[in-house]
């Protein structure tokens, strides 16, 4: 999609969340690479780190950041509650009309999802982000992710995404009423997504590059994630078909 014609003038403002557990090697690039884009980009921010109860010296480096930027806040969960939940808590703690969020990992160029605030500016009030590619997931990694997105998109009719669990922009007060929302973890996004389209939101698209984790180690594709995210998809499906049933 081209994004609409820039005009300062209508540049919303935007809160980004990076969610972070155990990355301290990775949170400093992360809040810099954000804050270079968006200041670039000539909008209102602001960033919010949320540290989802880091064993690390993330909740440190956060503060420290916090206090050399303005722009910069940091909320802690106090104890780690999976993932998708730092998700959760920078939307309901966003203060700007428009929401994305990046993970401390850095594996989204945030300039591609900076350059698609454009289109929330203008055109739609929720994209849904696509990957490049997935080149460095091990073969059970790839082959539970499209697993995954065969699932959803059969389960509650969306074909037209080839991506569910990526990087996710929206307006802010499309998605703060439906807090507290019926799922956690990974599959929350997707919640977000059907309840936005059933309700009439327009919806687009955004592409993003994918990179490789420089350093640390991705917790999503453990086991245990996945069994629980097959879990709430299963339930939040019992409770969407429920729901359509009685015509609500």
């Known amino acids: 999609m081209t994004p609409a014609p820039k005009d300062p003038d209508l540049r919303q403002g935007v809160t980004c969340a990076i969610m972070a557990y155990n990355e301290e ?3 400093g690039q992360a ?3 954000v804050r270079q884009h968006l200041l670039a980009s000539g909008r209102p921010f602001e960033v919010l780190i949320v540290d989802d109860g880091s064993t690390d010296r993330t909740a440190e480096i956060g503060d420290e950041l ?3 930027h ?3 806040r940091v909320i802690r969960h ?3 509650r999976g993932p998708g939940s730092a998700i959760v808590t920078g939307v309901a703690q966003a203060r700007m009309p428009l929401y994305c969020f990046h993970p401390a990992d850095n594996q989204v160029d945030f300039g591609d999802i900076c350059q698609a605030l454009d289109l929330l500016d ?3 009030d929720l994209l849904v982000g696509q990957r490049s590619d997935r080149h460095d997931y091990s073969f059970m990694r790839l082959l539970a992710s499209y697993a995954s997105i065969t699932l959803n998109r059969f389960l509650f009719h969306l074909p037209d995404y080839r991506d569910f669990n990526f990087i996710y922009l929206w307006r802010t007060g499309l998605v703060q009423p439906m807090l507290p929302l019926q799922t956690t973890g990974v599959f929350l996004c997707t919640e977000v997504l059907i309840r936005a389209r059933d309700a009439g939101a327009r919806i687009g698209v955004a592409y993003a590059a994918y990179r ?3 350093a640390g180690k991705s917790t999503v594709g453990r086991p245990i994630v996945m069994v629980k995210t097959l879990g709430q998809v ?3 499906w019992a409770f969407w078909t429920a729901q359509r049933f009685r015509g609500v």
Do not use: S
């Open 122 to 124: 203008h055109d739609y």
């Open 78 to 80: 106090g104890h780690n």
């Open 66 to 68: 916090a206090h050399e």
């Open 31 to 33: 809040v810099a690479e």
């Open 70 to 72: 303005a722009d910069t």
């Open 212 to 214: 490789p984790r420089v």
């Open 234 to 236: 299963l339930k939040f």
């Open 25 to 27: 090697q990775n949170l």
